[in-house]
């Protein structure tokens, strides 16, 4: 048993390894001159740090209004003075969602849609990493249920907004947030909750992977029935952000001396998740993963179309959505 749990650790490290050489000699994405944004819509789930802050940063002085989604009040707060303080044309704000809860996201939803904003752009960025076994407020473990089950269950509940503001050669755009762990991930349908044998590392690259599986699923539901939204799965590398905040010890020590060198800043990472939600060369395009400004192929079971939807499936049931 114990030779299996190291199976994903050792396919994740290695996995690692890799991407750091890769960001060792690859300059991070340089983002091109982006149309303005004036007048459209974007929620940002996360957004009050790290990736999250520089996406919604960077969109608002596009001349986006920008909807900061987060469970931190006073990091929210902080995070809207920041980016007024800036002057730009657009305009942010802060708005409550707790991802753990599903009650707290059907609030959310609720709330926004009270208003009559349109939504032209959703970037379900908010994620967390090697947390110890532990469940949501629904029951689930942590990484699926915050990662995915969450930001599953809002972006469901907002494609109707979504699909009514985009248009045709004016898309609407779902940016979501995966990353190069979901290569190692293995998606186990009898056991999502990853209690047989619980690893952080596993659970959190099983539910990147559930990301990119939902991504490529939700895009060829929207292109059968010709609704002006797209879909895509984006990939940040390896950034210093707060999601390492909860590595053991040594390896906080080990990591120091390597972020300055190979580790991507937060605006360098998050400027993947701008680019697909802003740059002209990306209208009309979706089912991609993106990494570095590329398409890139993802993972070959990412690509397993009865895989798509059994998620699919199993997840709207554990969020209580009926299936299509």
């Known amino acids: 048993?114990?030779?299996?749990?190291?199976?994903?650790?050792?396919?994740?490290?290695?996995?690692?390894?890799?991407?750091?050489?890769?960001?060792?000699?690859?300059r991070s994405l340089t983002l091109p001159v982006l149309p303005k944004q004036n007048g459209r819509v974007a929620i940002v789930t996360g957004g009050t740090r790290g990736m999250g802050f520089e996406t919604a940063r960077h969109l608002a002085s596009l001349g986006m209004h920008v909807v900061i989604a987060?469970?931190?009040?006073?990091?929210?707060?902080?995070?809207?003075?920041?980016?007024?303080?800036?002057?730009?044309?657009?305009?942010?704000?802060?708005?409550?969602?707790?991802?753990?809860?599903?009650?707290s996201v059907r609030q959310f939803v609720q709330t926004f849609k009270a208003r009559g904003l349109p939504l032209h752009v959703l970037v379900n960025n908010a994620g967390t990493m090697l947390v110890p076994e532990t469940q949501t407020q629904d029951g689930f473990e942590f990484h699926f249920g915050l990662n995915y089950l969450g930001h599953f269950l809002l972006t469901n509940l907002l494609l109707d907004v979504l699909k009514k503001s985009g248009r045709h050669g004016c898309c609407s755009r779902v940016v979501t947030v995966s990353s190069a762990t979901h290569y190692g991930g293995v998606m186990d349908m009898d056991d999502l909750n990853s209690k047989r044998c619980y690893n952080s590392l596993g659970a959190y690259s099983q539910s990147k992977l559930a990301l990119v599986l939902f991504t490529y699923y939700l895009q060829e539901q929207l292109t059968a029935s010709g609704f002006p939204v797209t879909a895509n799965a984006v990939?940040?590398?390896?950034?210093?952000?707060?999601?390492?905040?909860?590595?053991?010890?040594?390896?906080?020590?080990?990591?120091?001396?390597?972020?300055?060198?190979?580790?991507?800043?937060?605006?360098?990472?998050?400027?993947?998740?701008?680019?697909?939600?802003?740059?002209?060369?990306?209208?009309?395009?979706?089912?991609?993963y993106l990494y570095n400004g590329k398409k890139k192929q993802s993972s070959d079971i990412s690509y397993d179309s009865e895989l798509q939807a059994e998620l699919w499936k199993k997840s709207c049931q554990l969020v209580g959505l009926q299936v299509a």
């Open 235 to 288: 990939d940040p590398g390896m950034v210093d952000t707060a999601l390492y905040d909860n590595l053991w010890s040594l390896a906080q020590a080990l990591k120091k001396p390597v972020v300055k060198l190979l580790f991507r800043t937060p605006a360098e990472g998050a400027s993947i998740s701008i680019y697909a939600a802003a740059a002209s060369e990306m209208e009309g395009v979706g089912g991609c």
């Open 70 to 103: 987060g469970n931190e009040k006073e990091e929210g707060t902080a995070a809207v003075k920041r980016i007024r303080e800036e002057g730009g044309k657009g305009k942010a704000e802060f708005m409550f969602l707790d991802l753990t809860s599903l009650k």
């Open 1 to 26: 048993m114990w030779l299996l749990s190291l199976l994903p650790l050792v396919r994740l490290y290695l996995c690692g390894v890799k991407v750091l050489l890769y960001q060792l000699f690859n």
